[in-house]
C-alpha cells in the first residue's frame, strides 16, 4: 500500500509564497503520477496540478495556473509544489494523491487517484 505525505503548509500573508511537497513512503510504480487537491469545507474538492514522469507532463487548473509549479525530485521519490501570490481564497487543505501504476495520464478529476495523503493546511491571510 502506497502512502503518500505532504508536509510545508502554513500561514502566510496575501501575495506571499509557500513550498510543499507529497513524499511517497517507499519507492513504487504507483508513483508515476501525481496530482495536487485542495479541499475547503463545504465545497468541491478541487484538483489544480498534476504531474506525469511517464512523459513529463504537468496541467493546472485556471486557478493556479501561472502563479503555481509542480515539480518532482525522482531520487528523492517527492514532489514538490511551489506556491507563488498567494491569494485568501487560496486558504484550504491541501491533499496529494496517486493513481495505480496502469493510469499514466495527468489529470485533475478525483476519480483515478486510489492513494491520498491525509493534507496540510494553507492558509493565506494578513
Known amino acids: 500500500q502506497l502512502q503518500l505525505v505532504e508536509s510545508g503548509g502554513g500561514l502566510v500573508q496575501p501575495g506571499g509564497s509557500l513550498s510543499s511537497s507529497c513524499a511517497a513512503s517507499?519507492?513504487?510504480?504507483?508513483?508515476?503520477?501525481v496530482g495536487w487537491f485542495r479541499q475547503v469545507p463545504g465545497k468541491e474538492r478541487e484538483g489544480f496540478a498534476c504531474?506525469?514522469?511517464?512523459?513529463?507532463?504537468?496541467n493546472y487548473a485556471d486557478s493556479v495556473r501561472g502563479r503555481f509549479t509542480i515539480s518532482r525530485d525522482s531520487t528523492k521519490n517527492t514532489v514538490t509544489l511551489q506556491m507563488n501570490s498567494l491569494k485568501p481564497e487560496d486558504t484550504a487543505v491541501y491533499l496529494c494523491?496517486?493513481?495505480?501504476?496502469?493510469?499514466?495520464?495527468?489529470?485533475?478529476?478525483?476519480?483515478?487517484?486510489?492513494?491520498w495523503g491525509r493534507g496540510t493546511q494553507v492558509t493565506v491571510s494578513s
Open positions: 494523491a496517486a493513481p495505480q501504476r496502469l493510469f499514466r495520464l495527468c489529470v485533475l478529476s478525483s476519480a483515478p487517484y486510489n492513494y
Open positions: 517507499r519507492f513504487t510504480p504507483d508513483f508515476v503520477v
Open positions: 504531474i506525469s514522469s511517464s512523459d513529463g507532463s504537468t
